[in-house]
């Protein structure tokens, strides 16, 4: 009996040592599969989803590249709120970085892919740790594990897991890359990150649904070509000038009503001074300072701050009602759309903009939001306005 339970301690063993072995092999089969690629050809899609907003958003495009000289053409078409779009980015030695837009026939130098000169999926794959048998101990993750197989398109792939330790808002993210049996090509990117607060996800897909690689003919599509005579470029056009809020400005007079069809305006808010806090759902530094706003709703009410939420981009009231409900958020919001917000003028997210209520006069004014930037504004309060 003894002998028979050493035998099936030793087969286990055994299955779990091969399983093991398999996730390693795949690893390092895989970064030295794309070691080898030195030009090629993708078509890819990509899937978004921002935290609370249920809706996906999907871009595609080609993509064109040689390693030997850096050289590359990526062709993006899409829809966001604004409508649809297409583009066409270039880098090459001789001409540098630029984009194409055919829709206006206009071109422009492209500061993007100066700064992520890796930013195309195989290359992405590449250059970070998600290849060969070191990553199984690389502390990014917190696991890496083997899934069951998946397939797509026509191809069967691999899937691997990689869990990323919680980081506070974040829990529970991970990422999934599968891997083509064959070559041992990463085919799909999938990002899911959690935001503890909201018990909501941000997930991105990227595909590739297309591909050829080492062939000769991919160098001439990323070779140097002239710029169409028939485009402007944008550089020679006068930037319109964006001027921010600040400290000394005076904000026009207005009237909103609230999520809860009450008026809003300066002249009926009790408290001397005022809290703007400039926002919408999609904005993940928004969500995270929400609550730090609301904290700073209740402690100074009665210390003569209103603080009044404007959302300037999402639509549905029912949408925010529910976000405040599920972050537990107090202090009263309204709608502004986000042309009006221009005119204050507010252009980055979040902003947070303390006035005279009296005079509209503007005396604090915090762009974005880190816990580095909590005590300032707490000291600046204390001092200047509660009472």
Do not use: H
């Not at 297409?86 to 206006?104: A, I, M, R």
């Not at 974040?170 to 935001?195: A, M």
């Not at 297309?210 to 402007?232: C, H, M």
């Not at 007079?253 to 001397?272: C, P, R």
């Amino acid at each position: 009996m003894k002998t028979l339970s050493l035998f099936y301690f030793f087969v286990l063993c055994a299955n779990l040592s091969a399983q093991r072995l398999n996730l390693e092999t795949i690893l390092i089969k895989t970064e030295k599969a794309l070691s080898k690629i030195q030009n090629g050809y993708y078509e890819y899609q990509i899937d978004f989803k921002y935290f609370t907003d249920p809706a996906i958003e999907k871009t595609e495009g080609k993509f064109y590249f040689d390693r030997t000289n850096k050289a590359k053409k990526i062709i993006v078409k899409g829809s966001d709120e604004d409508g649809s779009f297409e583009y066409e980015q270039f880098y090459n030695p001789t001409q540098g970085f630029y984009s194409l837009s055919p829709k206006d026939k206009t071109y422009w130098p492209d500061s993007i892919w100066k700064e992520n000169k890796n930013t195309e999926m195989i290359f992405y794959f590449k250059k970070t740790n998600y290849f060969g048998a070191e990553v199984l101990k690389d502390t990014n993750f917190s696991t890496v594990s083997l899934l069951s197989d998946t397939v797509i398109g026509d191809k069967k792939c691999y899937r691997i897991k990689y869990n990323l330790p919680d980081n506070e808002p974040l829990s529970n993210s991970y990422r999934i890359i599968s891997i083509e049996q064959k070559k041992f090509i990463p085919l799909c990117l999938e990002s899911n990150y959690v935001l503890t607060q909201l018990a909501d996800n941000q997930y991105s897909k990227l595909t590739i649904t297309n591909f050829d690689f080492n062939q000769k003919k991919y160098k001439k599509e990323v070779a140097f070509r002239p710029i169409p005579a028939d485009y402007s470029n944008l550089k020679d056009k006068p930037a319109p000038s964006v001027r921010f809020i600040e400290v000394g400005d005076t904000l026009p007079e207005f009237e909103y009503k609230n999520l809860t069809s009450q008026n809003i305006n300066f002249d009926n808010i009790k408290q001397d001074y005022v809290l703007l806090d400039f926002w919408y759902i999609g904005c993940f530094p928004c969500i995270l300072a929400s609550t730090f706003i609301d904290t700073l709703s209740t402690q100074y009410k009665d210390k003569n701050l209103f603080v009044l939420g404007i959302n300037t981009q999402d639509t549905s009231e029912s949408k925010i009602s529910d976000f405040k409900k599920k972050k537990n958020i107090s202090y009263p919001n309204i709608l502004m759309g986000y042309e009006e917000a221009k005119l204050l003028p507010v252009f980055a997210y979040p902003t947070m903009v303390i006035i005279e209520r009296k005079t509209r006069r503007v005396i604090y004014v915090q762009t974005g939001y880190g816990e580095e930037m909590k005590q300032p504004m707490i000291d600046f309060i204390d001092k200047n306005i509660a009472r």
